[in-house]
């Protein structure tokens, strides 16, 4: 085995740059509070302890959900991927629970979930993936817990890899289940620890859209407005995300890493 780390062409690390900037982009709380003008711990007063207590399941339930039903509304088959379909959707949407506050906030979560993953494997079978293969479903799930790291704005180069690195072996064993006996849940303790791990991500930021939706002042428009944000937000993720996997298979996970970690050390492009 060669000693060398294959080096990217000049096109794949410029793909490789605008995916690092992607996945460091400001937090979803960052953008929540520039659009409502204020911070959302305003929101998050106004979120009730029983249904903070709450929000982790719904997460949960909204990920096993998102995971058995997202991908038979796609077909197979490479194509570009249609990201404004997807924000219209969301839009529609998140203007239901801003209507209806924190009632309407059980339906529109789960809702909004599968149509967050939907996008995510819309644009991950225009990266190349498999859709209907479970190595591709599962980086989907990632993509929850990748958008939910509780990092700073400004993150590290290994915030990505680290949280990818966290899940490592809980998505192997979980892959395994998955390619014997497909998306039930039952009998796999991989599949269910996995789908915990990233809830417990994916859930900060729902309690953050939800303290959004609860600023005052913020109705249904503006609920449309937060959940096109919220879609953004994974979308950017889920980019980042698939583009880096799509290089990894030209050129192996080592050298891709290498490549970012020499990022670093580079200025970002605009």
């Given at each position: 085995m060669s000693t060398h780390t294959l080096q990217l062409?000049?096109?794949?690390?410029?793909?490789?740059?605008?995916?690092?900037?992607?996945?460091?982009?400001?937090?979803?709380?960052?953008?929540?509070?520039?659009?409502?003008?204020?911070?959302?711990?305003?929101g998050m007063?106004?979120?009730?302890?029983?249904?903070?207590?709450?929000?982790?399941?719904?997460?949960?339930?909204?990920l096993l959900r998102a995971m058995s039903t997202a991908a038979?509304?796609?077909?197979?088959?490479?194509?570009?991927?249609?990201?404004?379909?997807?924000?219209?959707?969301?839009?529609?949407?998140?203007?239901?629970?801003?209507?209806f506050g924190l009632a309407g906030l059980t339906v529109e979560i789960p809702l909004s979930t599968v149509l967050i993953m939907r996008a995510i494997l819309d644009i991950a079978r225009a990266e190349g993936e498999h859709i209907d293969r479970p190595p591709t479903r599962l980086a989907?799930?990632?993509?929850?817990?990748?958008?939910?790291?509780?990092?700073?704005?400004?993150?590290t180069e290994s915030g990505y890899y680290a949280v990818r690195a966290a899940l490592a072996t809980t998505v192997s064993e979980a892959a395994r289940h998955l390619a014997q006996k497909g998306l039930s849940a039952e009998g796999a303790p991989a599949l269910v620890r996995l789908i915990?791990?990233?809830?417990?991500?994916?859930?900060?930021?729902?309690?953050?859209?939800?303290?959004?939706?609860?600023?005052?002042?913020?109705?249904?428009?503006?609920?449309?407005?937060?959940?096109?944000?919220?879609?953004?937000?994974?979308?950017?993720?889920?980019?980042?995300?698939?583009?880096v996997r799509r290089l990894e298979r030209h050129y192996g996970a080592e050298a891709v890493r290498t490549a970012w970690e020499a990022l670093a050390d580079s200025p970002r492009p605009h």
């Amino acid at each position: 085995m060669s000693t060398h780390t294959l080096q990217l062409a000049d096109a794949d690390l410029e793909a490789l740059a605008h995916a690092r900037g992607l996945l460091e982009n400001p937090s979803l709380v960052a953008r929540l509070s520039s659009f409502v003008g204020s911070p959302l711990e305003q929101g998050m007063a106004r979120l009730p302890a029983s249904w903070r207590a709450k929000v982790g399941g719904l997460a949960h339930e909204a990920l096993l959900r998102a995971m058995s039903t997202a991908a038979r509304t796609l077909e197979p088959e490479p194509r570009p991927a249609s990201p404004r379909l997807h924000k219209l959707l969301g839009s529609v949407s998140g203007a239901g629970g801003g209507a209806f506050g924190l009632a309407g906030l059980t339906v529109e979560i789960p809702l909004s979930t599968v149509l967050i993953m939907r996008a995510i494997l819309d644009i991950a079978r225009a990266e190349g993936e498999h859709i209907d293969r479970p190595p591709t479903r599962l980086a989907a799930l990632e993509v929850f817990a990748l958008g939910g790291t509780q990092r700073s704005d400004d993150a590290t180069e290994s915030g990505y890899y680290a949280v990818r690195a966290a899940l490592a072996t809980t998505v192997s064993e979980a892959a395994r289940h998955l390619a014997q006996k497909g998306l039930s849940a039952e009998g796999a303790p991989a599949l269910v620890r996995l789908i915990t791990m990233v809830a417990a991500r994916y859930k900060v930021q729902v309690t953050q859209k939800a303290a959004g939706m609860l600023v005052p002042g913020i109705g249904a428009a503006a609920g449309a407005t937060i959940n096109l944000m919220f879609m953004n937000h994974f979308q950017d993720v889920s980019r980042g995300h698939f583009t880096v996997r799509r290089l990894e298979r030209h050129y192996g996970a080592e050298a891709v890493r290498t490549a970012w970690e020499a990022l670093a050390d580079s200025p970002r492009p605009h």
